[in-house]
């Protein structure tokens, strides 16, 4: 009998249950401020998901935090904590500026393969060097890549006063060129004949960051590679015994890692912004970390809660917008979700598991002593 809670209720029922948790505290919070949490609710639903504008944010966000999830997903399996996604994600903005500024392109497939390369370059070799650390060093991850985000700000704050910047007063890129500009979910759904908001600002790295989910599913359950990386986050000790290198795993999986948060610069930098600006990021380094957690560390899982935390951020803003509740209100919501989904998983999962044990369990029925019984037999 396994003392664990079946896979389904883990993957399903866990997150749920944090879900209602956190959503009956945030209806609390609004309520307590004097709104109501019943309107704010529908407010949030009409404005990510009541028409093609708010869906148009709501998946732009969700694309940001499928590359970031993915990418803390692919470390959290090799037992690294890879919190450096903001800093790659900038480094990886860097690269598609350098690519699309000072290279012509003669369409935006061939600028789109491009940028897609230079970003995960940029942001596989970001996070190689904290990578690098920890497998020859001994240097901890999390303080390693934390660090590096602040180099990477530096960085950015650096080409942007300097080499890179356009003239004027802000500190940015010039836009780049027409050619390089990616289609528009507007542009991609008018080819079907589907009327779609040209205002929102998705755009087709949405199945770029879709394509990246299934790849990473393939790698990590139907390579070898993958089982690899999964058996050293299992156990060390066991993976060493049985033959693989942790320095090699340690480094491949914090490059993959990288090269999946500086991919996330082709949906804001070149798809969204057009051009490098400061703060490229928007914070979206530190989301994943939720949504890897919530997700449960499998790309299908990430999916799902990258689509939950895009519709958080659309929904919140309309929040913002329309009712009289501050922005710093609906950071206090997200709060909640991430308290509930990550920090407060065990508090959900162990009373479940307890549940789940005692429905499993039956009454022993007393076992014969061998030594009676074959007495009782002789007789």
Same mark, same amino acid.
């Given at each position: 009998?396994?003392?664990?809670?079946? @896979?389904?209720?883990?993957?399903?029922?866990?997150? *749920?249950?944090?879900?209602?948790?956190?959503?009956?505290?945030?209806?609390?919070?609004?309520?307590? /401020?004097?709104?109501?949490?019943?309107?704010?609710?529908?407010?949030?639903?009409?404005? #990510?998901?009541?028409?093609?504008?708010?869906?148009?944010?709501?998946?732009?966000?969700?694309?940001?935090?499928?590359?970031?999830?993915?990418?803390?997903?692919?470390?959290?399996?090799?037992?690294?904590?890879?919190?450096?996604?903001?800093?790659?994600?900038?480094?990886?903005?860097?690269?598609?500026?350098?690519?699309?500024?000072?290279?012509?392109?003669?369409?935006?497939?061939?600028?789109?393969?491009?940028?897609?390369?230079?970003? #995960?370059?940029?942001?596989?070799?970001?996070?190689?060097?904290?990578?690098?650390?920890?497998?020859?060093?001994?240097?901890?991850?999390?303080?390693?890549? /934390?660090?590096?985000?602040?180099?990477?700000?530096?960085?950015?704050?650096?080409?942007?006063?300097?080499? *890179?910047? #356009?003239?004027?007063?802000?500190?940015?890129?010039?836009?780049?060129?027409?050619?390089?500009?990616?289609?528009?979910?507007?542009?991609?759904?008018?080819?079907?004949?589907?009327?779609?908001?040209? @205002?929102?600002?998705?755009?087709?790295?949405?199945?770029? @960051?879709?394509?990246?989910?299934?790849?990473?599913?393939?790698?990590?359950?139907?390579?070898?590679?993958?089982?690899?990386?999964?058996?050293?986050?299992?156990?060390?000790?066991?993976?060493?015994?049985?033959?693989?290198?942790?320095?090699?795993?340690?480094?491949?999986?914090?490059?993959?890692?990288?090269?999946?948060?500086?991919?996330?610069?082709?949906?804001?930098?070149?798809?969204?912004?057009?051009?490098?600006?400061?703060?490229?990021?928007?914070?979206?380094?530190?989301?994943?970390?939720?949504?890897?957690?919530?997700?449960?560390?499998?790309?299908?899982?990430?999916?799902?809660?990258?689509?939950?935390?895009?519709?958080?951020?659309?929904?919140?803003?309309?929040?913002?917008?329309?009712?009289?509740?501050?922005?710093?209100?609906?950071?206090?919501?997200?709060?909640?979700?991430?308290?509930?989904?990550?920090?407060?998983?065990?508090?959900?999962?162990?009373?479940?598991?307890?549940?789940?044990?005692?429905?499993?369990?039956?009454?022993?029925?007393?076992?014969?002593?061998?030594?009676?019984?074959?007495?009782?037999?002789?007789?």
């Amino acid at each position: 009998m396994t003392d664990r809670m079946p @896979a389904w209720a883990d993957a399903i029922l866990v997150p *749920l249950i944090s879900l209602i948790l956190a959503a009956i505290f945030s209806a609390i919070v609004i309520a307590a /401020i004097g709104e109501n949490p019943l309107e704010a609710l529908n407010l949030m639903i009409e404005g #990510a998901l009541g028409s093609t504008y708010g869906w148009g944010y709501t998946l732009y966000y969700a694309t940001n935090f499928m590359f970031t999830g993915l990418a803390v997903s692919i470390a959290f399996h090799a037992r690294m904590f890879n919190i450096g996604g903001e800093g790659q994600v900038l480094v990886g903005g860097l690269g598609v500026a350098i690519i699309l500024l000072y290279v012509p392109m003669p369409h935006w497939t061939v600028a789109l393969l491009a940028a897609m390369l230079m970003a #995960a370059l940029f942001g596989a070799a970001w996070a190689a060097i904290p990578a690098y650390l920890q497998a020859k060093r001994g240097s901890h991850i999390v303080i390693t890549t /934390i660090m590096f985000n602040f180099i990477a700000a530096a960085l950015l704050n650096w080409a942007l006063v300097g080499p *890179l910047k #356009a003239p004027g007063q802000e500190p940015a890129t010039t836009r780049f060129a027409e050619a390089t500009h990616l289609p528009t979910l507007h542009d991609v759904f008018s080819v079907i004949g589907i009327d779609w908001s040209s @205002a929102a600002p998705a755009n087709v790295t949405l199945f770029v @960051a879709v394509a990246a989910c299934i790849g990473l599913w393939a790698l990590i359950w139907r390579t070898r590679l993958g089982y690899e990386i999964r058996a050293f986050g299992a156990s060390e000790p066991a993976a060493k015994y049985a033959g693989i290198n942790p320095t090699r795993i340690i480094m491949i999986s914090m490059l993959i890692s990288g090269g999946l948060a500086g991919m996330m610069a082709i949906n804001n930098v070149q798809g969204e912004a057009e051009r490098l600006v400061l703060n490229a990021a928007e914070g979206a380094g530190f989301i994943g970390i939720a949504v890897a957690l919530m997700g449960r560390s499998h790309p299908f899982g990430v999916f799902l809660a990258a689509l939950l935390f895009g519709f958080l951020y659309q929904g919140g803003a309309e929040l913002a917008l329309w009712m009289n509740i501050q922005r710093e209100l609906i950071v206090v919501i997200q709060a909640l979700v991430i308290l509930f989904t990550g920090a407060l998983d065990n508090m959900i999962r162990m009373p479940l598991e307890r549940m789940f044990l005692t429905f499993r369990r039956r009454p022993d029925a007393p076992k014969p002593d061998a030594k009676s019984t074959s007495a009782e037999a002789a007789e």
